[in-house]
């Protein structure tokens, strides 16, 4: 299997007003140029204002997430700061549920912080009494859109501002997106095992012990039903991939690929290729350093399990999507 990525720009979901379009409550929008203009390069984009769709107007009266009381699992729903009877709990959940089909093509969402509709977390929630209660609120529309779609990638448009938050969202993305155009379709454990196998030193990269856990559970792939071992694969795949991947256990999954070309490699060549791995773990280099150096050496090995790591592919700082770290 030799996984290609950005063949053409990947579906992506977008809070509507971070697009630039004047549908916040206040007639505002909240437009991202990091968004728009350097994502924008490789995602289309399907833009959604849940509260628009419900009917809510712009300008509108503010809503937000109030909880029946203080105890920590008691209900949260959302309310109007105005009028205290209006309650769009279920009218915006209904929104999710009505646009789930359409968002199954999508492979990434990006959601406008602190919304009571489209915030990812940390969303203020008060009390009946409207004083404010605490910061740990999932907007409405966001929770039930990850409740259809548990794996799919999401990050707050804010976050994306922050190079190292946005090289992880791509990876995520281009991630989920291989999934489902080379295992969904054909979720047959053969193919499940090359994905894994593809991707296996860049989740090293991104946790070890969590990735060597999945290789355990791989290897018992009999023990569940197809599907269902489709499933937790992905899903196990996408939580590895959320951790931020450390210098240092890049720096791991960078040794290993050494491992397998240093038969192919003068003396002088493993010196070289030795020097830049520890300028890399040291901070001296960045990670493209490397990457270029071992994909220059790449040809000389036979091997297809080397040539087909993901690892090896244009990071997403060589796309110029983000800084070189
Ligand atoms: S945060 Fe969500 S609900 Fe609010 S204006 Fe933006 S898209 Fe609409």
Not at 80 to 102: F, I, K, N, Q
Not at 295 to 320: C, D, K, T, V
Request: proline share 6%.
């Amino acid at each position: 299997m030799n996984i290609e990525l950005l063949t053409q720009k990947i579906p992506v979901g977008i809070s509507q007003c971070v697009m630039g379009d004047a549908v916040r409550y206040n007639a505002g929008h909240k437009h991202s140029r990091v968004c728009t203009q350097l994502l924008g390069r490789c995602f289309e984009y399907v833009p959604l204002c849940p509260e628009v769709a419900i009917g809510l107007g712009v300008p509108r009266d503010p809503i937000r997430l109030v909880k029946s009381d203080p105890s920590p699992d008691a209900e949260v729903r959302v309310k109007g700061v105005v009028d205290e009877d209006l309650d769009v709990t279920v009218p915006l959940r209904d929104y999710a549920d009505s646009v789930a089909p359409e968002l199954q093509q999508v492979r990434g969402y990006i959601f406008m912080q602190n919304s009571p509709s489209c915030g990812l977390r940390g969303v203020r929630r008060y009390l009946p009494n409207g004083h404010s209660h605490d910061s740990d609120g999932v907007g409405m529309f966001a929770a039930r859109v990850r409740e259809h779609f548990p794996h799919l990638p999401m990050e707050e448009a804010g976050r994306l501002n922050n190079s190292e938050i946005r090289e992880n969202f791509l990876t995520r993305v281009f991630a989920y997106d291989a999934w489902f155009r080379y295992v969904e379709e054909d979720p047959r454990t053969a193919r499940i095992i090359e994905f894994y196998t593809a991707y296996k030193y860049l989740l090293l990269a991104h946790h070890q012990q969590q990735t060597r856990e999945l290789g355990q559970f791989i290897a018992d792939s009999k023990a569940y039903e197809p599907r269902e071992f489709a499933f937790e694969v992905r899903g196990r795949i996408m939580a590895i991939l959320a951790h931020m991947a450390s210098r240092k256990d890049r720096t791991n999954a960078l040794m290993h690929v050494q491992g397998h070309l240093k038969e192919f490699l003068s003396r002088e060549e493993k010196a070289e290729l030795t020097r830049l791995i520890e300028d890399y773990r040291v901070g001296l280099k960045p990670a493209s350093a490397v990457l270029t150096l071992l994909r220059h050496y790449l040809p000389r090995s036979p091997h297809h399990f080397i040539h087909s790591q993901l690892l090896l592919a244009a990071e997403p700082a060589e796309m110029g999507l983000c800084d070189f770290h």
